[in-house]
């Protein structure tokens, strides 16, 4: 099995802050990376698909990058509303599989 | 408007069974794949099974294989997860949801999920 592992698994952040998480899989997986975000008791939302497409309706202050084995979410300009867990997901090889998640809150 | 309800869950004893279903409106139902994807009490997603447009392809999780059985109904833009031999390790929000149809593949829209709990 392909082990997605994210970094940091939690962070601290002001509105307006630049914010970067790293998602890093076992094996070369190629552009097929996902991220979602998460509210709290609500279902995950796709942001980004195949490493740097952003899902419609996503803001274009979120943006994805990478190949291979080393992955980046970026929100250039941390709004009240991106305050969540975000979850990387590799698409490569089933079983399909997700990083631990990173929570970002609020400084 | 892409819609996805699930239903189904509930308390259940170890060793138990359950049947989710999941009904689907506002895309074309047979030419997606279909996935169930589950979260513990504040844990991290896990992918359970998926399911191909047609249903000829279908994929489980480890964890629950030999257990889980994933089906649909495109007649009735239907989804299900039908669940034996439940483990308290089973707890979760099961959610289901939308992939694609075809490569790359994501999961593009989820339900609201409805909460599995496996106790005596």
């Known amino acids: 099995d392909i082990q997605m592992t994210q970094s940091p698994s939690s962070l601290s952040a002001s509105v307006g802050d630049r914010v970067t998480i790293t998602c890093r899989a076992s094996q070369s997986i190629s552009s097929y990376l996902n991220w979602y975000q998460q509210k709290p008791g609500k279902a995950p939302k796709l942001l980004i698909y195949?490493?740097?497409s952003v899902q419609s309706g996503v803001p274009s202050r979120i943006s994805g990058s990478g190949s291979g084995t080393d992955f980046t979410l970026t929100i250039s300009s941390l709004q009240p509303g991106d305050f969540a867990t975000y979850y990387c997901?590799?698409?490569?090889?089933?079983?399909?599989?997700f990083g631990q998640g990173t929570k970002v809150e609020i400084k | 408007e892409v819609q996805l309800v699930e239903s189904g869950g509930g308390l259940v004893k170890p060793g138990g069974s359950l049947r989710l279903s999941c009904a689907a409106s506002?895309?074309?139902?047979?030419?997606?794949?279909m996935n169930w994807v589950r979260q513990a009490p504040g844990k991290g997603l896990e992918w359970v099974s998926s399911i191909s447009s047609s249903g000829t392809y279908i994929y489980y999780a480890d964890s629950v294989k030999g257990r889980f059985t994933i089906s649909r109904d495109n007649a009735k833009n239907s989804l299900y997860l039908q669940m034996n031999s439940l483990r308290a390790e089973d707890t979760s929000v099961y959610y289901c949801?939308?992939?694609?149809?075809?490569?790359?593949?994501?999961?593009?829209?989820w339900g609201q999920g409805t909460l599995v709990t496996v106790s005596s």
């Open positions: 997901q590799q698409s490569y090889s089933t079983p399909w599989t």
């Open positions: 195949a490493a740097s």
């Open positions: 506002g895309f074309t139902f047979s030419s997606y794949t």
């Open positions: 949801v939308l992939g694609t149809t075809g490569k790359p593949e994501y999961f593009q829209h």
